[in-house]
């Protein structure tokens, strides 16, 4: 795929994260000068709830499928495309009820009583994003990336963008309950929609077309290391909300979780990239060269690279000003913005080493790499946050990013005897 093809395909898609991220910063917008930061606390608490319990739930199959579904849809497998489904979508069932378990119990915890409304509201609809979630690397595999994003960013977004404001402006007295509520109904249909526009190439319909011999066994590991990738690959803002939300008051929570998700709008873009590229590279590297491949990745990450860097200097010009739109009490997060700005440009120069792992079936390393690197976020966070308060969270990112791309980089080079960061692609142009 050619640069010019490359871009151009890359803003085709993120136009539905353009408007995902206007419905997203309008609804922030509207809540923080409606309610209290406490309250904007609790409504991010819940959407990180919500992406981590269903990230947990899906068990880790819609990472892997944006490898094995692109190579089965490459080779026209489709037995294999419907018992990848199968097992994903069984996988989940059995997982949902043990995650609303752990959900019950937390509930009941007396140290988490102040997460309660996000703990109960969040479990709720977090099932509607996992069969999103599968349904998105279904979409992916076969390149509907309208059906990818759209459902996911958009639809979901817009529908409670829409109850936002319907509850402020038709309740004489808003409730953050009745928002809550409004995040369950908004996913649920917002899944009903995908499922229906995808058909038969989704995940429900494949279920039942699938051969009686399950493949979960065989996908089983490989997925649960890829499920703790993801959770830095895809969740990290929810992550670093949730961890804010242990060790921060409520009201430094929605600081947090302001700044880290306007850092996650530029981050979006350079996932997006690495999602649209998957395909192609996994057909590079099936089919074609390893230069090729290498020239795919080094054109990815420069981009990626470069929009980063135009981030973080936007910031630092107008980020005071961004922030004083959600009220004086978000100026506080500006530093922490640019520090996660910061962390999504490492991320950027490095994250190709995980897919070059995943393909080459080393999910486990890569497992454990994101596990030292949780680690690694939890320890920094839990020792600067008392004497930093927000910008010890955006420190926490910045070193977390760090382990984790330096970690990819010395494991895919022992390995793989290859790495797709950007600093090894420049090296190698130059050799």
């Not at 890359?10 to 809540?31: K, N, W």
């Not at 904007?40 to 919500?50: A, C, E, N, Q, Y």
Request: charged share 10%; net charge positive.
């Amino acid at each position: 795929m050619s640069a010019v093809k490359l871009i151009t395909r890359l803003f085709s898609v993120v136009g539905a994260r353009v408007a995902a991220a206007a419905f997203g910063l309008f609804s922030q917008l509207a809540l923080a000068r409606v309610f209290s930061p406490a309250d904007v606390g609790v409504f991010l608490l819940t959407m990180s709830v919500m992406a981590f319990a269903s990230l947990v739930m899906t068990g880790g199959y819609p990472a892997l499928g944006f490898t094995y579904l692109a190579r089965y849809q490459s080779l026209a497998r489709a037995s294999l495309v419907a018992a990848f489904h199968a097992a994903a979508l069984r996988t989940t069932l059995i997982l949902s009820v043990v995650t609303a378990l752990l959900a019950v119990a937390a509930y009941f915890t007396p140290a988490l009583a102040p997460m309660r409304p996000a703990i109960i509201f969040g479990a709720l609809a977090a099932p509607g994003l996992a069969l999103i979630r599968l349904n998105n690397a279904a979409a992916n595999s076969i390149r509907r990336y309208d059906l990818s994003f759209i459902p996911d960013f958009v639809l979901r977004s817009g529908f409670l963008f829409a109850a936002i404001i319907a509850i402020i402006t038709l309740a004489r007295r808003p409730e953050m309950e009745w928002v809550l509520w409004a995040i369950v109904i908004s996913t649920y249909a917002a899944a009903a929609i995908q499922a229906v526009l995808l058909g038969r190439s989704g995940v429900v319909a494949k279920v039942f077309r699938a051969p009686r011999r399950s493949l979960a066994p065989y996908y089983r590991i490989k997925a649960a290391a890829l499920l703790v990738g993801a959770f830095v690959t895809f969740a990290f803002a929810e992550i670093v909300t949730l961890v804010s939300g242990l060790l921060l008051p409520p009201a430094d929570v929605a600081v947090v979780g302001i700044a880290v998700r306007l850092a996650s709008i530029a981050g979006f873009v350079v996932q997006t990239m690495q999602l649209i590229a998957i395909p192609d590279l996994t057909d590079t590297m099936t089919r074609g060269t390893r230069t090729a491949a290498d020239r795919l990745m080094r054109r990815t990450n420069l981009v990626n690279f470069a929009l980063m860097l135009a981030a973080i200097l936007v910031t630092l010009v107008l980020g005071d000003w961004v922030l004083g739109l959600f009220g004086p009490d978000y100026l506080a997060g500006k530093w922490a913005l640019v520090l996660f700005l910061f962390s999504q440009m490492v991320r950027s120069a490095g994250t190709m080493n995980n897919h070059l792992m995943s393909l080459a079936g080393h999910q486990t390393r890569t497992a454990m790499v994101c596990s030292v690197s949780l680690i690694v976020l939890l320890g920094t966070a839990t020792l600067l946050t008392p004497y930093m308060g927000v910008t010890g969270m955006g420190w926490a990112a910045l070193a977390t990013e760090c382990v984790w791309a330096i970690g990819l980089a010395v494991s895919a080079q022992s390995l793989i005897g290859r790495r797709g960061d950007l600093l090894a692609g420049l090296i190698a142009r130059r050799v």
